[in-house]
């Protein structure tokens, strides 16, 4: 389990301690206990004849690893306009947001788990520009995919996209 030390709320010493089922951070002082929950991810797939817009992260764990443009909902923000303002961020395309697509809890990172949603999109304007934590993105073939994917749950998503479109 990861932990932390102390309380948000006072500041004193955080211990774990079996609360139902589950293992969890319980401050010693007030008794507030710490709810560790996923963070949630979006991402925007742009499909055009079997091509697919993936882009090439620039920093950190999975540095020069390609995704479906994706990144993190803030917090009091809705949903579709956090995939609207990533996609645009990471791409410079401006998108519809349309239906969602498919939802994934991600697991790939244990310090960090996420609840992933990709939702289909249309492009309506802006230029295509790497830009955000993207260095570079390029259309690619379904059939003909970059081998270094970034995230377990876009191989999924790239998956299943390949095999509606084959049926």
């Not at 006072?10 to 709810?35: A, H, M, P, T, W």
């Not at 993936?54 to 009091?76: A, D, F, M, N």
């Not at 996609?87 to 244990?110: Q, R």
Request: charged share 25%.
């Amino acid at each position: 389990m990861l932990t932390y030390h102390f309380c948000p709320l006072c500041g004193n010493q955080l211990e774990n301690r079996l609360n139902g089922d589950k293992e969890r951070q319980v401050c010693q002082s007030c008794s507030f206990i710490l709810y560790r929950n996923p963070s949630v991810g979006v991402a925007v797939i742009i499909l055009e004849d079997r091509k697919i817009l993936l882009g090439k992260r620039s920093r950190g764990t999975y540095k020069h690893q390609w995704c479906i443009p994706c990144g993190y909902v803030e917090w009091g923000e809705d949903i579709r306009t956090a995939a609207y303002r990533e996609f645009l961020e990471e791409t410079g395309l401006k998108v519809t947001v349309g239906e969602v697509y498919t939802a994934h809890s991600n697991f790939h990172d244990p310090r960090s788990l996420t609840v992933g949603i990709w939702f289909k999109g249309t492009v309506t304007g802006g230029k295509l520009q790497a830009g955000d934590d993207l260095c570079e993105v390029q259309y690619f073939s379904l059939d003909d995919l970059p081998p270094d994917l970034a995230f377990p749950t876009d191989r999924l998503v790239l998956d299943q996209l390949r095999n509606e479109s084959i049926s």
